[in-house]
Structure formats: structure tokens, C-alpha cells
């Protein structure tokens, strides 16, 4: 009679063989997962207990992508399994499965981490926990030569019904979009898990099909009391792309899709530096080292996402604040005009402003293009902002809701601003 093996012992067995394998390796691995897919794939008897399932980007989108999700209960055999589209299973990729805890809420965060693929793949993914099975889901791989993003502004809301028909209407206009960003505070209130509850559930439609790419806010660092903390869910949350940095694993990251290279910065020093100090003086130590990476790899693109705007704007009923620059603005601006950065996406004011070309701190068409992308959840600050000098294009007045596209190839960017009816606020174009 044969032994039965566990699927993670077998897959354990099997890895060891690839190290034998040598130059054969890859074929040892399609003909053994080949063997444990149908093994697998006609034994489901139950549903895994899987929520808030979302795709997040990898640095290169071309060949990975992370899987992650929640459960009420540690899942020891979570597993992702791969295929080409209305295919068979091709790979069985393993998850770890982490306790974590917030807000009074324990549960279990999951992640797999997709790699091998094949550039430009329409693959289909599924969950796994031992016999019990998610719905297979669309995943799509980079190709390399296009890319096409939703821009989501800051959602934070009291109540994100309106932030859900925004998000899914947004995806339902462009379903070809290849992964949304999420500009900071995507929830008002960092601790509060009903707010991120409401924020994974208003996404699922976009998460479980297409990456995110989500940026650390201020309000990602409050409690429930309003005061300043580590931002724990946030950080456990996202497992974004690793820097090499342990005080801020996750703070700041970069990813590639298609012919853009996008650096995500952290603009919270303020909020952080109590518990971490330096956040900063680290960041711009890796943003030249980064950038470098990128343009010896000769991308055509390097799009800047930072929560804070580097804009500073005076108060229209209200003295004290003159317009110009803020500290952000005056530390990474300088920063942006050495390293040739050609768009900067800012968030923050919860107003929709394009700037133009800015280089030395004034209109130059030799800078990057400066947009901040406004809001798209209820919180509002109407009549708030003045005007500024570098002001060219501004959302009809009192704002909505918008949210953005961003579209690239090597030789152009397309970006547009959309009321949530559809109807365009402005068009930018960047040409090489």
C-alpha cells in the first residue's frame, strides 16, 4: 500500500528535487505539480474561508504578484493555485498564514507570493486551504509595453457606500485597467477595522482581479482616540514590494508596470518619527540608488506617488498661510529635477489641481507635471483652498468625487480626471 504524503510535505520533497535537478529543474517542476494539480484539483469539498482577498503589485509585475487574504482561523495547508485561462492547475504556490490583531479583532492574514510568470499571461488563480476552495479569479501579467492604472484619491469617508459605487464604477468604465492606486488615507481612522472592513469590501470587484498599489496616509496612523501610532494595519495589511528596510518594511516601495517605473514615497515623518526617527534622510538615500536601478535598466517613465502635496496652498477665509511650498515640496522637489522624474501624482487636500511643468520651484516645461488628485470619498473641505499661482486646470467648485486614469507606452502618458458620472475634468498628456 502506498503512503499518503501531505500536499505541503509533497511540496517540500519537491522542492528538494529541483535543487538536485539542476539545469532540469523547471521541467521536474512542471511534471511534479502537474501530478499534485490533479491530484488536488477534483478533491474540493468546501469553500476555504477566505475575505478581503486582494491582489497586491510586485516590484516587477512582469513575472510575480502577491496574494493576500483574511480568515477567522490559522489555515495550514493555504496554498494559491495557478493556471493559464481556462486551463488546468499549472502551479501550487504556498501561503503563510500569520496571526494578526487590531482593535479589539483577532483574525488570520494569508500571503502567497506569485512568481514565474509568464509576461503578458492571462493566468486564472484560486485559494486554497487543504480540500476547501475559493472561484477561480482573473490575474493578468505585466506585458511590458503598456500599462493602464486607476487613481483613487483619498477615500476616507464616515460612510463608504459613496467610495464603493465610486471604485466599482470607476472598474465597471475600464475594465481593462491593469492595477489601481490608492492615494493615502484610504480610511479615516487607522485602527478602526469596520472602516477597513467597508474600504476591502467597497474594492472586491477590483482586488481579487487586478493589483493595488496603496500609499500610507496620515490617517493611517491614528488611533481611536485620534492620536498619533505605529499605522499596524496599514503595514500588516499591504505586504507591498521589500526595500531592504527594517524600521520601515513597508513604509515606501517601487514597482514596474509596463514601460513606468513607479516610486511610492512615505510623507508621514511627522506622524512616524516619535517611534522612528529618519524616515526621511532614508527615503532620499534610496530614491537616488532607486531611480539609478531604474534608468539603467533604461524605463522610459518614473512616476513620483506621494501622499502629502508638495504644493502649498493659502486658505481662502483665513489668514496665516501664504502660498508657495510646503516641506515636502521643498525636500523632494529638488530631489525630482536631478533624477528627471516626469509626473508626480499628490493627494492630502482633497482637491483636484493640475500645476503644469515645474522645475527650481516655477513653471518650467523641463520639470515633472505636479497633479494632485483630489478626493474620492465624503469627507470634503469646501471653499477650503485659495487659488495658486501655478494653478492651470481646477475641478468645477463645489468638488465631488473623481478618480483618475493614467495610461503609457514608451513614447506617451494619457492622464484624465473623471467627475463620477464619466464626464472628463481634464486631460494631460507627457510625450517622450
Given at each position: 500500500?502506498?503512503?499518503?504524503?501531505?500536499?505541503?510535505?509533497?511540496?517540500?520533497?519537491?522542492?528538494?528535487?529541483?535543487l538536485?535537478?539542476?539545469?532540469?529543474?523547471?521541467?521536474?517542476?512542471q511534471?511534479?505539480?502537474?501530478?499534485?494539480?490533479?491530484?488536488?484539483?477534483?478533491?474540493?469539498?468546501?469553500?476555504?474561508?477566505?475575505?478581503?482577498?486582494?491582489?497586491?503589485?510586485?516590484?516587477?509585475?512582469?513575472t510575480a504578484?502577491?496574494?493576500?487574504?483574511?480568515?477567522?482561523?490559522a489555515q495550514?495547508?493555504?496554498?494559491?493555485?495557478?493556471?493559464?485561462?481556462?486551463?488546468?492547475?499549472?502551479?501550487?504556490?504556498?501561503?503563510?498564514?500569520?496571526?494578526?490583531?487590531?482593535?479589539?479583532?483577532?483574525?488570520?492574514?494569508?500571503?502567497?507570493?506569485?512568481?514565474?510568470?509568464?509576461?503578458?499571461?492571462?493566468?486564472?488563480?484560486?485559494?486554497?486551504d487543504?480540500?476547501?476552495?475559493?472561484?477561480?479569479?482573473?490575474?493578468?501579467?505585466?506585458?511590458?509595453?503598456?500599462?493602464?492604472?486607476?487613481?483613487?484619491?483619498?477615500?476616507?469617508?464616515?460612510?463608504?457606500?459613496?467610495?464603493?459605487?465610486?471604485?466599482?464604477?470607476?472598474?465597471?468604465?475600464?475594465?481593462?485597467?491593469?492595477?489601481?492606486?490608492?492615494?493615502?488615507?484610504l480610511?479615516?481612522?487607522?485602527?478602526?477595522?469596520?472602516?477597513?472592513?467597508?474600504?476591502?469590501?467597497?474594492?472586491?470587484?477590483?482586488?481579487?482581479?487586478?493589483?493595488?498599489?496603496?500609499?500610507?496616509?496620515?490617517?493611517?496612523?491614528?488611533?481611536?482616540?485620534?492620536?498619533?501610532?505605529?499605522?499596524?494595519?496599514?503595514?500588516?495589511?499591504?505586504?507591498?514590494?521589500?526595500?531592504?528596510?527594517?524600521?520601515?518594511?513597508?513604509?515606501?516601495?517601487?514597482?514596474?508596470?509596463?514601460?513606468?517605473?513607479?516610486?511610492?514615497?512615505?510623507?508621514?515623518?511627522?506622524?512616524?518619527?516619535?517611534?522612528?526617527?529618519?524616515?526621511?534622510?532614508?527615503?532620499?538615500?534610496?530614491?537616488?540608488?532607486?531611480?539609478?536601478?531604474?534608468?539603467?535598466?533604461?524605463?522610459?517613465?518614473?512616476?513620483?506617488?506621494?501622499?502629502?502635496?508638495?504644493?502649498?496652498?493659502?486658505?481662502?477665509?483665513?489668514?496665516?498661510?501664504?502660498?508657495?511650498?510646503?516641506?515636502?515640496?521643498?525636500?523632494?522637489?529638488?530631489?525630482?529635477?536631478?533624477?528627471?522624474?516626469?509626473?508626480?501624482?499628490?493627494?492630502?487636500?482633497?482637491?483636484?489641481?493640475n500645476?503644469?511643468?515645474?522645475?527650481n520651484?516655477?513653471?518650467?516645461a523641463?520639470?515633472?507635471?505636479?497633479?494632485?488628485?483630489?478626493?474620492?470619498?465624503?469627507?470634503?473641505?469646501?471653499?477650503?483652498?485659495?487659488?495658486?499661482?501655478?494653478?492651470?486646470?481646477?475641478?468645477?467648485?463645489?468638488?465631488?468625487?473623481?478618480?483618475?486614469?493614467?495610461?503609457?507606452?514608451?513614447?506617451?502618458?494619457?492622464?484624465?480626471?473623471?467627475?463620477?458620472?464619466?464626464?472628463?475634468?481634464?486631460?494631460?498628456?507627457?510625450?517622450?
Amino acid at each position: 500500500m502506498d503512503k499518503k504524503i501531505s500536499r505541503r510535505t509533497f511540496l517540500k520533497v519537491a522542492g528538494g528535487a529541483l535543487l538536485l535537478a539542476g539545469a532540469g529543474g523547471a521541467w521536474y517542476e512542471q511534471r511534479a505539480l502537474g501530478r499534485l494539480a490533479g491530484r488536488v484539483a477534483g478533491d474540493v469539498t468546501g469553500t476555504i474561508d477566505a475575505s478581503f482577498v486582494r491582489q497586491i503589485v510586485a516590484a516587477d509585475n512582469q513575472t510575480a504578484r502577491t496574494i493576500m487574504w483574511q480568515s477567522a482561523a490559522a489555515q495550514k495547508e493555504a496554498a494559491v493555485e495557478l493556471r493559464a485561462e481556462g486551463g488546468d492547475v499549472q502551479r501550487t504556490f504556498a501561503a503563510e498564514s500569520a496571526p494578526y490583531s487590531d482593535d479589539g479583532v483577532s483574525s488570520y492574514l494569508q500571503t502567497a507570493r506569485l512568481d514565474g510568470l509568464a509576461p503578458g499571461t492571462s493566468y486564472e488563480y484560486r485559494l486554497r486551504d487543504g480540500k476547501r476552495a475559493g472561484e477561480w479569479q482573473k490575474l493578468r501579467a505585466d506585458d511590458g509595453r503598456t500599462f493602464s492604472a486607476l487613481v483613487f484619491p483619498d477615500s476616507q469617508s464616515n460612510d463608504y457606500s459613496g467610495w464603493q459605487e465610486l471604485a466599482r464604477s470607476a472598474y465597471e468604465r475600464n475594465p481593462d485597467a491593469d492595477f489601481f492606486i490608492n492615494m493615502g488615507d484610504l480610511v479615516d481612522n487607522g485602527e478602526d477595522h469596520r472602516q477597513w472592513e467597508a474600504w476591502f469590501d467597497a474594492v472586491a470587484p477590483l482586488s481579487a482581479n487586478i493589483p493595488v498599489a496603496p500609499i500610507m496616509g496620515n490617517h493611517e496612523t491614528y488611533d481611536q482616540n485620534w492620536k498619533v501610532r505605529l499605522p499596524k494595519a496599514y503595514l500588516a495589511q499591504f505586504a507591498v514590494p521589500e526595500i531592504g528596510s527594517e524600521p520601515f518594511r513597508r513604509y515606501y516601495y517601487s514597482f514596474d508596470y509596463g514601460p513606468a517605473h513607479f516610486i511610492v514615497l512615505n510623507t508621514q515623518q511627522d506622524e512616524t518619527n516619535d517611534f522612528h526617527a529618519g524616515l526621511l534622510d532614508e527615503q532620499q538615500a534610496w530614491f537616488a540608488e532607486d531611480i539609478a536601478s531604474s534608468k539603467a535598466k533604461k524605463t522610459p517613465w518614473n512616476i513620483v506617488l506621494m501622499h502629502k502635496d508638495p504644493i502649498q496652498y493659502s486658505f481662502q477665509s483665513r489668514p496665516g498661510r501664504a502660498e508657495g511650498f510646503s516641506d515636502d515640496g521643498r525636500a523632494w522637489m529638488p530631489l525630482f529635477d536631478a533624477h528627471g522624474v516626469d509626473l508626480v501624482l499628490s493627494a492630502h487636500l482633497h482637491t483636484y489641481r493640475n500645476r503644469g511643468h515645474i522645475k527650481n520651484f516655477q513653471r518650467d516645461a523641463g520639470g515633472p507635471l505636479y497633479i494632485i488628485t483630489g478626493v474620492a470619498g465624503n469627507v470634503r473641505y469646501p471653499n477650503l483652498w485659495k487659488d495658486h499661482s501655478l494653478d492651470e486646470v481646477v475641478a468645477p467648485q463645489p468638488e465631488v468625487d473623481n478618480y483618475m486614469t493614467v495610461k503609457g507606452d514608451a513614447q506617451h502618458i494619457e492622464i484624465q480626471s473623471f467627475q463620477p458620472d464619466g464626464s472628463v475634468i481634464d486631460t494631460a498628456k507627457l510625450t517622450k
